[in-house]
């Protein structure tokens, strides 16, 4: 379905599952209409038929892997359609990568790279000239709190997110578009299934529910905040991390299973 012209459509990036499933989800409560990013076609549109009947807002699909050019192209395209503004961007798509830096294949971390930080650019810079022209609009960036550890690629990818967002933040947030690098921890996702991380070399306390990392995301974001980092044991994590030595925060280096 197309979504309305009298309500605010947000655009959020892999929605099939997890915390991109969760955005949708409580912004199609929220009363806004969805695009629905992912690769799974038939979990999309099953998500987009649950919503429009739950929430009464139009829900649109957009099959697409974002580790493509021409799939990226296509999402860039819907983002800056005149026609069918978007107020709302979610970059959430993101992948992990099991095994220690040297065991990968220089593929797989281009992927990784490109899918977290050039995508994720290519989308906002899509996004952001109609939010100006428009005075206002929301771009929420899904990063991590291991972007203060230093932890690998993924760390280090999540980094970069970080101080783009802030720096977006600042540099468009009197221009009414507010931008937020959301930094979970753990979270109960099929993200750590995916990647084949077994989860239980992670205490339980430390683990996060996708509801309240998305609630405490959006909050901030809409307070205009440039870091949203849920949950106060992360919060203390991220502030330890900045006085720490690099070799404590390091952590042991990841086995494959």
Known sequence: MTPTSTRTTALVTGASAGLGHEFAKQLAAQGHDVVLVARNAS???ATAEEFQRRYGISAEVLAADLTKDGDVAAVVERLKDPARPVGILVNNAGIGLLHNFEDNHPAEEASHLKLHAETSMLLTHAA???MLER?????????SVAAFLPRGTYSAAKAWLVS???WANLAYRK??????????????????DRMGMDKSVAPSWTWLRAE??????LADNERGKAVSIPSKRYKVVAAVAKVAPARLMAGPARKPK
């Open 135 to 143: 005075g206002g609009g929301r771009i929420i960036n899904v990063a």
């Open 128 to 130: 952001l000239k109609g």
């Open 175 to 192: 221009r009414g578009v507010k931008v937020t690098a959301v930094c979970p921890g753990f979270t109960h996702t099929e993200f750590h």
């Open 212 to 217: 309240r990392v998305v609630r405490e995301g």
């Open 164 to 166: 783009f967002s802030r």
């Open 43 to 45: 979990r999309l549109a």
